[in-house]
């Protein structure tokens, strides 16, 4: 059995993400892997070097196209022929392209497995991690989408693999890239932290919000956020952490002024450690926390800071 | 311009999931259920549309069992002109609804097909993405903003860090984020309204459509019970622990 797996990069980096599915597809079988973009042959050469990865398929590509779901889909479905599955990590990339890929190959997407049973059996979740469901796919061909944070990724370095290139086919047409406005951030990325510092509807605006910063510079953290925070504008969405969000399971989370809603509890309740620091005692958060501190947090903020700053 | 909202009846967002004793699935007898919430989104970006007077017709589509009805009686009073309802007893797959969907919109030709991005119940995230590609049309998934002129459909798109613009000819399929719209309670005399909207009723087996799951669900558990800790009372303990005791800092 050969898998293809779709990485996901930045610039020709590959995502953490990506080497978790790369992780997953191992367990199926040999693994090849697409790279596209404008970057992606600088993409190739990283994905080249990931131990385990057989083939590399690039598609370089500086229209645009490779932005759009419908060439990728396209080319998904084109190199089926070769693989019993497709494997791509749960990033919004994937989450566009791959179930238009399946439809083009008559087979319904596993999303978002957390674990791999056998060659054609999946766990999920269901109703935002409420529910795990163990799901057998009679399809001959699997589209798989893998939660990163229920696989260790496999090494960056130590591999090489021969790097091929492919060509785009045209899409439907009809679809434009106009633009991409991405967010700059000097932290590490949300779902590959070691530490996540999140915050929520205690935090009361956005310039409170801003408070939570110092606290994750002593942690070398990311900084995530509930819902409400979002939807109240303290932060904008790429920091939101949940059903709807991002999914992560940090050695380290901490939630200051975080409720803790199923759909928030979703987004983080696999992480290792769990600090909750929150002025309602009752709560939710306090249910998955191992360790709470009901109290006013914009006087335990200060605190930590100092208690960090002294034997650290 | 013609809308097609396809949406689905699901558990309340509020009731909290319980599992079948017997591990066959989640227990919805006697469970209140609702609209998913990211098809109310879909609805309320469609009647907007219509009150700018870009769109025309809205029509909305439920896949499902007969008490789906009431969900289309909900998308009626928010502003849908009518309603079309698939009636099946079968568990609805992402593949299988979207195989249903493209014959309704071979038969209804609208324009835009406004979808939620995903269902709270399975949590496929799939159904629009998969329409777009057995029709051969444009998408724009997890969209936060809208905006149609000239044949065209401007779309702003939620990426992982950040946003993305791309332009869709008509006809396209939209998928809608949380962000795109807070939706409408439906008013008293709206629901009233509601209830003379025309609904038709049809099965996948009208259509042509084979809605076998592909997916046969082996079990459904419970995930592993996460248990509360401890209370501290002060910043300096909660260091030493996570110092000492964790050992993550």
């Given at each position: 059995m050969t898998v293809l797996v779709f990485l996901d990069h930045e610039g020709g980096v590959i995502r953490q993400a990506s080497r978790s599915a790369i992780a997953a597809a191992s367990r199926l079988g040999d693994v090849d892997v697409l790279v596209t973009g404008p970057d992606a042959a600088a993409a190739a050469k990283s994905a080249a070097a990931?131990?385990?990865?057989k083939k590399v398929l690039q598609v370089t590509d500086?229209?645009?196209?490779?932005?759009?779901?419908e060439p990728v889909a396209a080319l998904l479905a084109q190199l089926a022929?070769?693989?019993t599955h497709i494997l791509a990590t749960s990033s919004a990339t994937a989450k566009n392209v791959l179930p238009r890929a399946a439809a083009l190959l008559d087979v319904q997407p596993i999303p978002?497995?957390?674990?791999?049973?056998?060659?054609?059996t999946f766990v999920r979740p269901i109703y935002a991690g409420s529910a795990l469901a163990t799901v057998k796919s009679a399809d001959a061909k699997k589209v798989i989408t893998v939660r990163a944070s229920s696989f260790e990724p496999v090494a960056a370095e130590g591999g090489n693999a021969v790097i091929e290139d492919v060509a785009l086919p045209a899409g439907p047409g009809g679809s434009t890239f106009v633009s991409t406005e991405l967010s700059k951030s000097e932290r590490p990325e949300l779902e590959s932290a070691r530490v996540v510092v999140s915050g929520g509807n205690?935090?009361?605006?956005e310039e409170n919000f801003k408070l939570l910063e110092p606290l994750a510079d002593r942690l070398g953290a990311a900084i995530g956020a509930s819902r409400a925070a979002v939807d109240k504008g303290?932060?904008?969405?790429?920091?939101q952490v949940g059903q709807t969000g991002k999914i992560v399971a940090p050695e380290l989370y901490i939630a200051m002024g975080i409720s803790g809603a199923i759909q928030h509890l979703a987004g983080?309740?696999?992480?290792?450690v769990i600090v909750a620091v929150n002025?309602?005692?009752?709560?939710?958060i306090f249910q998955v926390a191992d360790y709470g501190i009901v109290g006013d947090l914009f006087t335990i903020l200060p605190q930590l800071e100092a208690e960090l700053d002294k034997a650290g | 311009m013609k809308v097609l909202v396809p949406v689905k009846r699901v558990i309340d967002y509020n009731i909290k999931p319980r599992v079948k004793a017997d591990g066959s699935g989640v227990e919805t007898a006697g469970v209140k259920m609702s609209m998913n919430p990211f098809d109310e989104i879909a609805v309320e970006e469609a009647v907007r549309l219509k009150e700018k007077g870009v769109v025309s017709e809205i029509i909305a589509v439920s896949i499902g069992e007969a008490k789906a009805q009431d969900t289309l009686r909900t998308a009626m009073a928010m502003g849908a002109d009518r309603s079309i309802l698939v009636e099946t007893d079968v568990v609805t797959e992402p593949l299988a609804v979207a195989k249903v969907l493209k014959a309704l919109v071979e038969k209804e030709k609208p324009d835009l097909v406004i979808l939620g991005k995903?269902?709270?119940?399975?949590?496929?995230?799939?159904t629009g993405q998969m329409l777009a590609g057995l029709l051969d049309r444009p998408q724009a998934t997890f969209a936060s903003k809208v905006e149609v002129a000239d044949g065209a459909v401007t779309v702003t798109r939620e990426i992982d860090g950040g946003a993305q613009t791309i332009k869709l000819a008509l006809p396209a399929i939209i998928t809608a984020d949380l962000r795109l719209n807070e939706p409408r309670y439906a008013s008293l005399p709206n629901i009233m309204k509601a209830r003379k909207k025309p609904m038709e009723k049809i099965t996948p087996a009208d259509l042509g459509v084979?809605?076998?799951?592909?997916l046969s669900v082996i079990s459904v558990a419970e995930p592993p019970e996460r248990k509360a800790g401890i209370k501290l009372d002060s910043a300096a303990e909660l260091v030493s622990r996570l110092r000492n005791e964790a050992k993550v800092i």
């Open positions: 990931i131990p385990g990865v500086t229209t645009g196209s490779s932005e759009l779901a022929d070769g693989y978002d497995i957390v674990a791999i049973n056998d060659a054609d205690g935090m009361q605006n303290f932060v904008s969405n790429e920091y983080m309740k696999d992480s290792k002025k309602d005692p009752e709560a939710p | 995903q269902a709270i119940d399975d949590d496929m995230n799939a084979d809605m076998t799951p592909r």
